[in-house]
C-alpha cells in the first residue's frame, strides 16, 4: 500500500439541479459542511453544475487553486459521470480522481424532511471527501474491433439486419436452427394491412442473402458457445447434419421422387403439418438454401442401415452423403444480432377451445398454410374432413391477456386476424365471425383496414370466447361446433355454430429462450422475452455489450417494427464496428500474480467468463477486457488477491468511515 | 555482561502450545541460545517480573510474547515488556488475532462466570464462590488480577513490530525469523513474518481442487471419511485454506485434517471470516434460499468456523451484549 506523498486538495461541488435537488437540501449548509472537512480546498455550490460554466468552474479551480481531487454532489452517475470526468480531465487532471455523490436519485427525490435529507447530503459528501483521498490515476483501454457480425436467426429480422451490414460491406454471418431461412414470415400468404402477398417480398431479399458476397449462411445450423467480449467474441457454430453437401446440390429434387418412400407421407413442418414430405425433402419451393434436407428421425438408411438408398444412386452429382456428421466452426466476430423470433403459443394450453380435440379447430399459422397459394391446399380452404367451410369464428387473443397462460397482449392478433377473416372469405365466401376483446389496430392504416372488414359484412362479436365444442342444443347446431360467447355488446350469452373455429394464438419466447439467453449473457423480461438495455433510448442493445437485439425475441411485433428494429440493431453493430475499437471502463478486477493461491474460488462465479485458470502457473487471471467490474469476484477472493480499480479495499472503506463519521 | 543481543519470551492467554513450539526447535534451541542471551522465559528459566523491572527500558531485543490479553496482570506485563523491548513480536494466533480464548468474546465477562463457576456440569460450587480481586483474611491481603470484559489480541493493547502466525508457529518461522532479526535486515514495521499467499499454494493437493466446487453440501471431519487425495474442501469439508495465510507447510491437510485457519488471513485481508463466509457463499451449488438454508446446515457453528482463532481482531470483533 503506497501512500500518496503529494498533499490532497479536494474541490467540492454541491449543484441545486434548479429546485430538484436544492428545494429539498439546504445545499449551501452542505457546500459549508463540506469547506470543514480535512483536505478539501475549495467547496463550492452551484445552479447547474453539468452547464458549460458549472465545468469551467471545476477547470478553473484545477488550475487555481491546484486541485488534485474533485467532488460533485449531483445527480446519477449514469447521467453526468462522464461530464464531470470531462471537466476534470479539462481543468487537466486524470478524470478518475473525480468521484460523483448522487444526492439528486438517492436523496432529494426521496425524501421529505429538508433537514434529514441535507443530513443525508452532508453524510454522503463526507463519504465522497474520505474516497476521493485514495484515487488512482487510470486509462480507459482501447481494444480493436472485428469487423464482423454474427446474426442470429433467419427471419424477416434476421434477414434484413444481415442485409443491410453486409450491404455496408461488412462480413456477415447468418445462422439459422431450420433446413432454410425465412421463418415465420414465409409461411404467410399476404401480409396486413396491404394485404401484399409475404413471398413477393420476402423471397427476394431470402436469395440476396444467399448469393451476397459479404454474407455466410449457415442453416440448419446452431450457436453452441460464445466467449469473448464487446468488438472481439470467438463463436463456435455447429452445424448439424443434413447429408445432403451444401457445395454440389443444386436443389433439382430428383432424390426426392426417387426416395423409397414413394408416398410423402411425413408432416411438413413447414405446412405446420397439414402437407406432407418424404424423409429427404425441401421444405418450400423457395427454401433457401434450396438444398434437400434428410430427416434423420425417419430416414431408413439413417434409422436402419437398411435401405437401398435410391436417393443416392439419383443425384449425378453425387451430393448425399452419409457419412456427414456435427461440425463445429469457430469464428470470430465484433458484434452479435439475436434475432431468434418467437414460438406460437400452443393452443392446446387452452384447453377450452377445443384445439387438438376437434379436427376442425386451426390455428392461426394452420390457416396461414390453408389460404396460402403454395400451401398444401393451393389455397383452397379445405377442413380436414374435406369439407368447405360455410361459416368460419376466429378467435382473438388465445394465450395473450390471460392470467393463466401469457398476460401480454401479442400486439399483432387483432390484425392477422383481420386478415385471415379477409382472406378466408375471399378464398371460401364462408360467412366469418371475430370474436375479440378488444379490437387493437393502433398501426399505420390498421385501423382503415378493420373499417374496410367491417365493410366486407365480417361479423364482430366484442367478448372473450368461453368455450368451443360440439355439443348439440339446437337442431341448428347439428354437425357444427358451437362458440359459446358473452357478447358484451348485446349484453347475452350466445352459442354460434360454426363449421371451422381459428384461434388467434399469441407469441410467446421460444421455449429454449432461457438457455439461448444464458449462451449470449443477455437478460430476460419477466414475460421471457430478452431484454433491451432501456426501453426508450437503447431499445435494441442488451446489457452485454457488442450483443444486440432485433423482432420478436425482443417482443411480439409485426413485420414493419421487425424490419425497422433489425435495421436499428445493424445500425447500432455498424456504429460499434465502424468506431474501429472499444473504450473499456477502467473499474475492471485484476489479479495480483503474485497473491494469488490458485484455489479456484473466484473461476467459476464470473458471470462474464472473464476469469480463467491458468494450469502452468496455477493461478487464476482476468481477461479485463470481459470484466464489468461487478465485483464479485473481488467479494469472493478468500485472499483479496483481486483488486478492482474504483473499488480498492481502501476506497470501499474509507467510504464508509466517511458516511458513518458524523452519526 | 555479555555483548549477545537479549531475547524474551512471554505467555498471557494461550494453551501453552506456543512454548512449546519454541522447544520444538529441538537441537536448533542450541543455535538460539548460542546467538542470543535468553533474560526472560518463565516457562523454562526462573526470573521474576522484578529482574525484568530492573532492565533499562529497550534493553531486550526482542521479547516473542504468546497468548491473548484477558486480565489485568497480563495487560501489566504486556506494557512492561513493551517498554523493555526493542521489537515486540506477537507470537502465535492467540498474540496475533486472539486466537481461540478470543471466542470468548461470544458471551459477557458474567455470561463466561456463571458458566464456569456455577452451571457447567461438571462444577461443584455449593457456596457459589467466584474469584475475587482482593481478599484478606487473618490480616493478609492477596491480589488476584481482573478478568477483562473482551479478549484483546496483543496489538489492540501495545504497539507490534512483527507478527508470527500459528496455532502454534511452525519451528521453520521461528527459525527464519530469529534469523532476520538477528540480521539486522528487517522488514517493515508491522510485517507477518509468513508468505503473503493463501495456503493453497502450498498445498500438495491443489491441483485436485475442481474449478467448480459448487458445494451441495457440508460435512464435519468426525462425522465422514476424508479422501486422502482430493481437495479437502471439493470434498465439502470446510477447508480454511483459501483463505488462510500460508507458511505452515500445510500440515493439517497433509495429515488429512481441513486447515482451521490458524495462521490467519494475508495481510491484505481486513476479516479473514468474513472472506471465507464471502467465497464459500458464493459457490454454494443451489440457488434457491431454501435450499441454500439446507447446504448452510452443514455448517453448524460459523463463528466457530470461520473465526475460529480471528473473532477478537476481525470487524465482528465481540458480541454486544444486549442484556
Redesign the interface.
Same mark, same amino acid.
Given at each position: 500500500m503506497s501512500k500518496p506523498v503529494e498533499e490532497i486538495r479536494i474541490g467540492v461541488y454541491v449543484c441545486h439541479c434548479g429546485t430538484n435537488i436544492a428545494g429539498m437540501v439546504d445545499v449551501k449548509n452542505v457546500a459549508d459542511f463540506a469547506s470543514r472537512l480535512p483536505g478539501v480546498t475549495v467547496s463550492r455550490e452551484y445552479k447547474y453544475m453539468c452547464s458549460d460554466p458549472g465545468q469551467e468552474l471545476i477547470r478553473q479551480d484545477i488550475k487555481e487553486h491546484r486541485l488534485n481531487r474533485i467532488v460533485v454532489a449531483s445527480c446519477s452517475p449514469l447521467l453526468h459521470e462522464e461530464t464531470f470526468r470531462a471537466a476534470t480531465a479539462k481543468g487537466g487532471l486524470n478524470p478518475f480522481f473525480f468521484h460523483l455523490v448522487n444526492i439528486r436519485e438517492h436523496d432529494s427525490w426521496v425524501h421529505e424532511n429538508r433537514q434529514d435529507a441535507t443530513a443525508k447530503a452532508n453524510a454522503l459528501v463526507h463519504a465522497a471527501v474520505e474516497r476521493v483521498r485514495s484515487h488512482k490515476a487510470l486509462t480507459k483501454k482501447q481494444v480493436p474491433v472485428n469487423p464482423a457480425v454474427l446474426v442470429v436467426g433467419g427471419g424477416i429480422a434476421g434477414i434484413h439486419a444481415a442485409l443491410t451490414l453486409a450491404n455496408a460491406g461488412k462480413k456477415v454471418y447468418l445462422v439459422e436452427r431450420e433446413p432454410t431461412i425465412g421463418g415465420h414470415m414465409a409461411k404467410f400468404d399476404k401480409t396486413f394491412p396491404t394485404l401484399d402477398c409475404a413471398a413477393c417480398i420476402l423471397t427476394p431479399k431470402m436469395s440476396s442473402v444467399k448469393s451476397h458476397k459479404n454474407i455466410t449462411l449457415w442453416s440448419y445450423s446452431e450457436v453452441s458457445r460464445i466467449e469473448g467480449y464487446v468488438g472481439n467474441f470467438e463463436v463456435t457454430v455447429r452445424r448439424q447434419p443434413r447429408y445432403v453437401r451444401e457445395d454440389l446440390c443444386v436443389g433439382c429434387m430428383e432424390c426426392i421422387d426417387a426416395c423409397v418412400f414413394k408416398e410423402a407421407k411425413f408432416p411438413n413442418e413447414f405446412d405446420e403439418g397439414l402437407g406432407k414430405r418424404k424423409p429427404i425433402y425441401v421444405p418450400f419451393p423457395q427454401a433457401t438454401p434450396k438444398v434437400a434436407v434428410i430427416d434423420p428421425d425417419r430416414c431408413l438408411n439413417v434409422k436402419t442401415g437398411k435401405c437401398k438408398k435410391s436417393c443416392v444412386a439419383s443425384c449425378d452429382r453425387g451430393a448425399i452423403d452419409f457419412t456427414q456428421k456435427p461440425e463445429d466452426r469457430q469464428i470470430k466476430v465484433g458484434a452479435v444480432v439475436v434475432a431468434t423470433g418467437f414460438k406460437a403459443f400452443d393452443a392446446k394450453r387452452s384447453p377450452q377451445y377445443g384445439y387438438g380435440v376437434y379436427p376442425n379447430v386451426y390455428t392461426s399459422l394452420e390457416v396461414e398454410r390453408l389460404v396460402n397459394a403454395s400451401g398444401p391446399t393451393s389455397g383452397e380452404v379445405v377442413l380436414r374432413d374435406g369439407r368447405h367451410p360455410k361459416t368460419v369464428g376466429i378467435i382473438h387473443c388465445v394465450g395473450s391477456r390471460e392470467e393463466h397462460t401469457n398476460r401480454w397482449c401479442s400486439r399483432v392478433c387483432c390484425m392477422y386476424s383481420l386478415k385471415l377473416a379477409h382472406l378466408v372469405k375471399e378464398h371460401s365466401g364462408a360467412e366469418v365471425f371475430n370474436f375479440y376483446i378488444d379490437m387493437r389496430t393502433p398501426g399505420k392504416s390498421f385501423e382503415e383496414f378493420y373499417q374496410k372488414l367491417l365493410k366486407e359484412g365480417v361479423h364482430f362479436v366484442r367478448g372473450k370466447v368461453a368455450e368451443v365444442n360440439d355439443w348439440v342444443l339446437d337442431p341448428s347446431e347439428q354437425g357444427k361446433l358451437v362458440i359459446r360467447v358473452e357478447d358484451t355488446l348485446l349484453g347475452t350469452v350466445r352459442r354460434i355454430p360454426v363449421d371451422m373455429v381459428v384461434l388467434g394464438v399469441g407469441l410467446e419466447p421460444h421455449a429454449d429462450a432461457q438457455e439461448v439467453r444464458r449462451l449470449f449473457n443477455i437478460s430476460c423480461g419477466t414475460e421471457g422475452f430478452f431484454l433491451e438495455r432501456h426501453p426508450k433510448l437503447a431499445p435494441v442493445n442488451t446489457f452485454t455489450d457488442g450483443i444486440f437485439l432485433a423482432g420478436c425475441c425482443q417482443g411480439p411485433k409485426d413485420i414493419p417494427d421487425t424490419v425497422a428494429q433489425a435495421g436499428a440493431a445493424a445500425a447500432e453493430a455498424l456504429a460499434l464496428i465502424d468506431s474501429g475499437h472499444v473504450e473499456l471502463e477502467p473499474n475492471t478486477a485484476y489479479i495480483v500474480e503474485e497473491e494469488c493461491s490458485g484455489c479456484k474460488s473466484c473461476v467459476p462465479l464470473c458471470p462474464y467468463k472473464a476469469i480463467s485458470y491458468v494450469e502452468d502457473k496455477k493461478k487464476a487471471v482476468i481477461n479485463e477486457a470481459l470484466c464489468k467490474g461487478c465485483g464479485t469476484c473481488v467479494g469472493a477472493c478468500p485472499s483479496s488477491s483481486i483488486k478492482q480499480n474504483l473499488f480498492e479495499d481502501e476506497q470501499v472503506f474509507s467510504e464508509i468511515r466517511g458516511v458513518l463519521a458524523d452519526v | 555482561m555479555s555483548e549477545k543481543p537479549k531475547v524474551g519470551f512471554y505467555w498471557c492467554a494461550s494453551c501453552g502450545g506456543c512454548e512449546e513450539s519454541v522447544v520444538d526447535l529441538a537441537e536448533g534451541i542450541l543455535d538460539v541460545v548460542k546467538a542470543v542471551d535468553i533474560v526472560f522465559w518463565p516457562v523454562a528459566m526462573d526470573f521474576k517480573r522484578k529482574d525484568v523491572e530492573a532492565m533499562p527500558d529497550g534493553a531486550i531485543l526482542a521479547t516473542l510474547l504468546n497468548g491473548a490479553v484477558r486480565s489485568g496482570e497480563q495487560e501489566e506485563m504486556v506494557r512492561l515488556l513493551r517498554r523493555k523491548s526493542k521489537l515486540l513480536i506477537a507470537y502465535g494466533s492467540c498474540a496475533h488475532t486472539g486466537g481461540i480464548p478470543g471466542l470468548a468474546n461470544q458471551f459477557s465477562r458474567e455470561e463466561i462466570l456463571k458458566f464456569v463457576y456455577q452451571e457447567s456440569p461438571s462444577t461443584a460450587n455449593e457456596k457459589n464462590t467466584r474469584p475475587q480481586t482482593r481478599f484478606a483474611e487473618e490480616g493478609r491481603e492477596t491480589h488476584l488480577p481482573e478478568l477483562h470484559q473482551v479478549v484483546r489480541s496483543l496489538d489492540q493493547v501495545v504497539e507490534v513490530d512483527y507478527y508470527l502466525p500459528g496455532c502454534p508457529p511452525t519451528p521453520n518461522l521461528l527459525k527464519n525469523a530469529l534469523g532476520v532479526l538477528l540480521s539486522g535486515k528487517l522488514p517493515p514495521k508491522g510485517a507477518v513474518l509468513a508468505p503473503? =499467499?493463501?495456503?493453497?499454494?502450498e498445498c500438495p493437493r &491443489?491441483?485436485s481442487?475442481?474449478?467448480?466446487?459448487?458445494f451441495k453440501e457440508f460435512k464435519r471431519p468426525h462425522l465422514a471419511r476424508i479422501e486422502t487425495d482430493k481437495c479437502i474442501l471439493a470434498q465439502g469439508f470446510m477447508c480454511m485454506?483459501?483463505?488462510t495465510r500460508?507458511g505452515c507447510g500445510a500440515q493439517c491437510v497433509q495429515g488429512n485434517m481441513p486447515c482451521t485457519g490458524c495462521f490467519g488471513? =494475508?495481510s491484505?485481508?481486513?476479516d479473514q471470516g468474513a &472472506?471465507?463466509l464471502?467465497?464459500v457463499c458464493?459457490?454454494i451449488d443451489p440457488k434457491e434460499e431454501p435450499e441454500i438454508d439446507k447446504v448452510l446446515e452443514g455448517i453448524p457453528d460459523p463463528v466457530g468456523t470461520f473465526y475460529r482463532y480471528g473473532l477478537a481482531r476481525s470487524l465482528l470483533r465481540r458480541k454486544v451484549s444486549t442484556v
Amino acid at each position: 500500500m503506497s501512500k500518496p506523498v503529494e498533499e490532497i486538495r479536494i474541490g467540492v461541488y454541491v449543484c441545486h439541479c434548479g429546485t430538484n435537488i436544492a428545494g429539498m437540501v439546504d445545499v449551501k449548509n452542505v457546500a459549508d459542511f463540506a469547506s470543514r472537512l480535512p483536505g478539501v480546498t475549495v467547496s463550492r455550490e452551484y445552479k447547474y453544475m453539468c452547464s458549460d460554466p458549472g465545468q469551467e468552474l471545476i477547470r478553473q479551480d484545477i488550475k487555481e487553486h491546484r486541485l488534485n481531487r474533485i467532488v460533485v454532489a449531483s445527480c446519477s452517475p449514469l447521467l453526468h459521470e462522464e461530464t464531470f470526468r470531462a471537466a476534470t480531465a479539462k481543468g487537466g487532471l486524470n478524470p478518475f480522481f473525480f468521484h460523483l455523490v448522487n444526492i439528486r436519485e438517492h436523496d432529494s427525490w426521496v425524501h421529505e424532511n429538508r433537514q434529514d435529507a441535507t443530513a443525508k447530503a452532508n453524510a454522503l459528501v463526507h463519504a465522497a471527501v474520505e474516497r476521493v483521498r485514495s484515487h488512482k490515476a487510470l486509462t480507459k483501454k482501447q481494444v480493436p474491433v472485428n469487423p464482423a457480425v454474427l446474426v442470429v436467426g433467419g427471419g424477416i429480422a434476421g434477414i434484413h439486419a444481415a442485409l443491410t451490414l453486409a450491404n455496408a460491406g461488412k462480413k456477415v454471418y447468418l445462422v439459422e436452427r431450420e433446413p432454410t431461412i425465412g421463418g415465420h414470415m414465409a409461411k404467410f400468404d399476404k401480409t396486413f394491412p396491404t394485404l401484399d402477398c409475404a413471398a413477393c417480398i420476402l423471397t427476394p431479399k431470402m436469395s440476396s442473402v444467399k448469393s451476397h458476397k459479404n454474407i455466410t449462411l449457415w442453416s440448419y445450423s446452431e450457436v453452441s458457445r460464445i466467449e469473448g467480449y464487446v468488438g472481439n467474441f470467438e463463436v463456435t457454430v455447429r452445424r448439424q447434419p443434413r447429408y445432403v453437401r451444401e457445395d454440389l446440390c443444386v436443389g433439382c429434387m430428383e432424390c426426392i421422387d426417387a426416395c423409397v418412400f414413394k408416398e410423402a407421407k411425413f408432416p411438413n413442418e413447414f405446412d405446420e403439418g397439414l402437407g406432407k414430405r418424404k424423409p429427404i425433402y425441401v421444405p418450400f419451393p423457395q427454401a433457401t438454401p434450396k438444398v434437400a434436407v434428410i430427416d434423420p428421425d425417419r430416414c431408413l438408411n439413417v434409422k436402419t442401415g437398411k435401405c437401398k438408398k435410391s436417393c443416392v444412386a439419383s443425384c449425378d452429382r453425387g451430393a448425399i452423403d452419409f457419412t456427414q456428421k456435427p461440425e463445429d466452426r469457430q469464428i470470430k466476430v465484433g458484434a452479435v444480432v439475436v434475432a431468434t423470433g418467437f414460438k406460437a403459443f400452443d393452443a392446446k394450453r387452452s384447453p377450452q377451445y377445443g384445439y387438438g380435440v376437434y379436427p376442425n379447430v386451426y390455428t392461426s399459422l394452420e390457416v396461414e398454410r390453408l389460404v396460402n397459394a403454395s400451401g398444401p391446399t393451393s389455397g383452397e380452404v379445405v377442413l380436414r374432413d374435406g369439407r368447405h367451410p360455410k361459416t368460419v369464428g376466429i378467435i382473438h387473443c388465445v394465450g395473450s391477456r390471460e392470467e393463466h397462460t401469457n398476460r401480454w397482449c401479442s400486439r399483432v392478433c387483432c390484425m392477422y386476424s383481420l386478415k385471415l377473416a379477409h382472406l378466408v372469405k375471399e378464398h371460401s365466401g364462408a360467412e366469418v365471425f371475430n370474436f375479440y376483446i378488444d379490437m387493437r389496430t393502433p398501426g399505420k392504416s390498421f385501423e382503415e383496414f378493420y373499417q374496410k372488414l367491417l365493410k366486407e359484412g365480417v361479423h364482430f362479436v366484442r367478448g372473450k370466447v368461453a368455450e368451443v365444442n360440439d355439443w348439440v342444443l339446437d337442431p341448428s347446431e347439428q354437425g357444427k361446433l358451437v362458440i359459446r360467447v358473452e357478447d358484451t355488446l348485446l349484453g347475452t350469452v350466445r352459442r354460434i355454430p360454426v363449421d371451422m373455429v381459428v384461434l388467434g394464438v399469441g407469441l410467446e419466447p421460444h421455449a429454449d429462450a432461457q438457455e439461448v439467453r444464458r449462451l449470449f449473457n443477455i437478460s430476460c423480461g419477466t414475460e421471457g422475452f430478452f431484454l433491451e438495455r432501456h426501453p426508450k433510448l437503447a431499445p435494441v442493445n442488451t446489457f452485454t455489450d457488442g450483443i444486440f437485439l432485433a423482432g420478436c425475441c425482443q417482443g411480439p411485433k409485426d413485420i414493419p417494427d421487425t424490419v425497422a428494429q433489425a435495421g436499428a440493431a445493424a445500425a447500432e453493430a455498424l456504429a460499434l464496428i465502424d468506431s474501429g475499437h472499444v473504450e473499456l471502463e477502467p473499474n475492471t478486477a485484476y489479479i495480483v500474480e503474485e497473491e494469488c493461491s490458485g484455489c479456484k474460488s473466484c473461476v467459476p462465479l464470473c458471470p462474464y467468463k472473464a476469469i480463467s485458470y491458468v494450469e502452468d502457473k496455477k493461478k487464476a487471471v482476468i481477461n479485463e477486457a470481459l470484466c464489468k467490474g461487478c465485483g464479485t469476484c473481488v467479494g469472493a477472493c478468500p485472499s483479496s488477491s483481486i483488486k478492482q480499480n474504483l473499488f480498492e479495499d481502501e476506497q470501499v472503506f474509507s467510504e464508509i468511515r466517511g458516511v458513518l463519521a458524523d452519526v | 555482561m555479555s555483548e549477545k543481543p537479549k531475547v524474551g519470551f512471554y505467555w498471557c492467554a494461550s494453551c501453552g502450545g506456543c512454548e512449546e513450539s519454541v522447544v520444538d526447535l529441538a537441537e536448533g534451541i542450541l543455535d538460539v541460545v548460542k546467538a542470543v542471551d535468553i533474560v526472560f522465559w518463565p516457562v523454562a528459566m526462573d526470573f521474576k517480573r522484578k529482574d525484568v523491572e530492573a532492565m533499562p527500558d529497550g534493553a531486550i531485543l526482542a521479547t516473542l510474547l504468546n497468548g491473548a490479553v484477558r486480565s489485568g496482570e497480563q495487560e501489566e506485563m504486556v506494557r512492561l515488556l513493551r517498554r523493555k523491548s526493542k521489537l515486540l513480536i506477537a507470537y502465535g494466533s492467540c498474540a496475533h488475532t486472539g486466537g481461540i480464548p478470543g471466542l470468548a468474546n461470544q458471551f459477557s465477562r458474567e455470561e463466561i462466570l456463571k458458566f464456569v463457576y456455577q452451571e457447567s456440569p461438571s462444577t461443584a460450587n455449593e457456596k457459589n464462590t467466584r474469584p475475587q480481586t482482593r481478599f484478606a483474611e487473618e490480616g493478609r491481603e492477596t491480589h488476584l488480577p481482573e478478568l477483562h470484559q473482551v479478549v484483546r489480541s496483543l496489538d489492540q493493547v501495545v504497539e507490534v513490530d512483527y507478527y508470527l502466525p500459528g496455532c502454534p508457529p511452525t519451528p521453520n518461522l521461528l527459525k527464519n525469523a530469529l534469523g532476520v532479526l538477528l540480521s539486522g535486515k528487517l522488514p517493515p514495521k508491522g510485517a507477518v513474518l509468513a508468505p503473503e =499467499t493463501a495456503l493453497c499454494n502450498e498445498c500438495p493437493r &491443489k491441483d485436485s481442487k475442481p474449478q467448480d466446487v459448487a458445494f451441495k453440501e457440508f460435512k464435519r471431519p468426525h462425522l465422514a471419511r476424508i479422501e486422502t487425495d482430493k481437495c479437502i474442501l471439493a470434498q465439502g469439508f470446510m477447508c480454511m485454506g483459501p483463505a488462510t495465510r500460508a507458511g505452515c507447510g500445510a500440515q493439517c491437510v497433509q495429515g488429512n485434517m481441513p486447515c482451521t485457519g490458524c495462521f490467519g488471513a =494475508t495481510s491484505r485481508v481486513r476479516d479473514q471470516g468474513a &472472506k471465507m463466509l464471502s467465497s464459500v457463499c458464493s459457490n454454494i451449488d443451489p440457488k434457491e434460499e431454501p435450499e441454500i438454508d439446507k447446504v448452510l446446515e452443514g455448517i453448524p457453528d460459523p463463528v466457530g468456523t470461520f473465526y475460529r482463532y480471528g473473532l477478537a481482531r476481525s470487524l465482528l470483533r465481540r458480541k454486544v451484549s444486549t442484556v
